[in-house]
């Protein structure tokens, strides 16, 4: 999906305190937006963007972030000490985890690929590109 990048690309980031740090290595399997309730609810934003991988590729370099079940099939990790919101894992999804691009230090690296869940966008928000939109999920399960 996702062309932003070879295969040997390194991506860094962490929470706002810095308490958190990650590395995610190699081509995201997608860049996508998404405007589901609980991920709104989650980050405190209209929407949010992830980078998705698989979970190998993706290390903790300093701190653990917390966990939090927001559903039955879903974890999100957070930072304990800033709140910054970190990942978004799905059983449904096994072996993949989606990181918020926010958290990267060069967020430009990722380009969006697709709207996921537009069902549930807030009607005021407008969207104006030509990327592909779903009413759900734009990853399949």
């Known amino acids: 999906m996702s062309d932003s990048g070879g295969v040997g690309r390194t991506a860094e980031g962490g929470c706002r305190c810095g308490a958190v ?3 995610a290595t190699g081509k995201p399997s997608i860049v996508v937006y998404c405007y589901c309730v609980d991920c709104r609810r989650s980050s405190g934003t209209p929407v949010s963007l992830f980078a998705g991988y698989r979970s190998g590729q993706v ?3 300093r701190g653990a972030p917390r966990t939090y079940a927001s559903s039955p099939e879903v974890v999100r990790s957070f930072c304990a000490e800033c709140g910054t919101s970190i990942s978004y894992e799905d059983e449904r999804l096994e072996g993949e985890i989606y990181i918020h691009v926010g ?3 060069d967020p430009e ?3 969006p690929e697709a709207h996921s869940w537009v069902s549930q966008k807030p ?3 407008t969207l104006s590109d030509d990327l592909p939109k779903y009413e759900e999920s734009s990853v399949p399960r």
């Open 59 to 61: 290390e903790m370099e």
């Open 109 to 111: 690296q990722f380009e």
């Open 123 to 125: 009607g005021w928000l």
């Open 21 to 23: 740090r990650l590395r």
């Open 103 to 105: 958290v990267f230090d």
